[in-house]
């Protein structure tokens, strides 16, 4: 009889094949036979990142989908998680790499698979890069979609470098780029002169140092600020995402700058992957409240320092002024995130902009890196 089960070791050829197969991971070069190497990534993926997480419990399990035939048609990959809710420890699941073949899902393959998860024992589930499918499926099982959570904001830095750049990616000619990098770059400065509010950054008075995982754990409490749900960290668990994060070499390089004030105060922090040539990505910036938009600036000019063209974050709603006067762009959508708890109470302070929830707690650390 088809069943839903827990993933294990065993499953991962099986669920690899499944996974490259419907994203083409790999391309047309290994449609038909999946890769040596392709397989490895996939084995370190599943091992490091689902099986054998710093927060791995028995009771909440990545599952698959088992046909009549015993053949693996679905996947759902589960990360456990430890947030705490106004003090109370609360047991989170983070979901990710959310498959289904094409042939089986007219059979409500997805359908089931999700309901299984959101059956599970956690308090919270969540999913934070959900397309308008995902979504639609969380709600009509009774799921929401946290809207003060699903903006992306983005600074340009040099923005007639940042267009030039998204119109190489869809002519990719290298040679082209050479030639007008100049050009571009004039157009840049002539930019910031007009308009020094929008496209001049500004470095704040702040000194910078090494943000390390003891001065994070010691300081992190002093930096929240009052927030209902926010995330449980320890040694191990840092570490541990430190490591995942700066593996991404896709995505930029791994930057961790903690900042104090001139009296030696700490002002905040931000870590990001940084991007030369190209758009960094912010994974969390925490600050005081009066000092979180010379935080901003100091991460703005950091990135630009660094060979930036834009720098790009998840909309932290406590923030969303600061980055507004700032000039930021923002979308909303693809990716969502979507919660889905019996706790009204819970659900509500999300949908309220009361969570910390950042890089460091969605599926930025759960992305399949092929060939790392």
């Known amino acids: 009889m088809p069943r839903i089960r827990p993933f294990v070791h065993e499953d991962i050829t099986q669920v690899a094949s499944l996974h490259r197969r419907v994203f083409d991971v790999g391309g047309k070069a290994e449609r038909e036979l999946i890769s040596k190497k392709l397989i490895e990534s996939y084995t370190r993926y ?11 419990d028995s009771t909440i399990s990545s599952l698959v989908y088992e046909n009549e035939s015993g053949r693996i048609t679905g996947f759902l990959g589960v990360m456990p998680r430890q947030m705490m809710m106004d003090g109370r420890s609360i047991s989170v699941a983070l979901s990710s ?63 007639s470098e940042y267009v030039a750049s998204q119109i190489q990616r869809l002519i990719p000619f290298a040679p082209v780029s050479a030639l007008t990098r100049p050009f571009v770059r004039g157009i840049d400065r ?40 926010q995330p449980e960290y320890d040694m191990q668990s840092l570490q541990w995402l430190s490591n995942v994060i700066s593996h991404n070499k896709e995505l930029g390089s791994l930057r961790k700058v903690a900042l104090y004030k001139q009296n030696n105060d700490l002002a905040g922090w931000y870590m990001y992957l940084l991007k030369p040539g190209g758009k960094s990505s912010l994974i969390q910036l925490l600050a005081k409240k009066n000092v979180a938009s010379e935080v901003l600036d100091h991460l703005f000019h950091d990135a630009l320092l660094h060979g930036s063209n834009a720098i790009t974050g998840r909309l932290d709603p406590q923030h969303s002024l600061i980055l507004a006067e700032k000039y930021c762009t923002f979308a909303c959508g693809t990716p969502w995130m979507l919660i889905h708890s019996h706790n009204k109470d819970l659900i509500q302070s999300i949908c309220l902009g009361e969570a910390l929830l950042t890089g460091l707690e969605g599926e930025f650390c759960m992305r399949f890196v092929p060939y790392s």
Do not use: C
């Not at 500004?202 to 209902?228: H, S």
């Open 46 to 56: 599943f091992d490091n990142i689902i099986l054998d997480n710093p927060w791995r």
């Open 190 to 229: 002539i930019l910031v002169k007009k308009y020094p509010q929008r496209f001049q950054q500004i470095m704040p008075n702040l000194i910078e140092k090494e943000l390390t995982i003891d001065l994070f754990l010691e300081n992190y409490q002093g930096l929240i600020d009052g927030r209902r749900l």
């Open 97 to 159: 790499q959310f498959v289904v073949e094409q042939e089986s899902r007219s059979s409500g393959v997805g359908i089931r698979l999700l309901q299984a998860f959101l059956a599970g024992p956690q308090e919270l589930s969540l999913t934070d890069e959900a397309n308008h499918t995902s979504r639609r499926l969380w709600e009509a099982l009774g799921g929401t979609t946290a809207l003060a959570y699903s903006f992306n904001w983005t600074r340009l830095l040099r923005p």
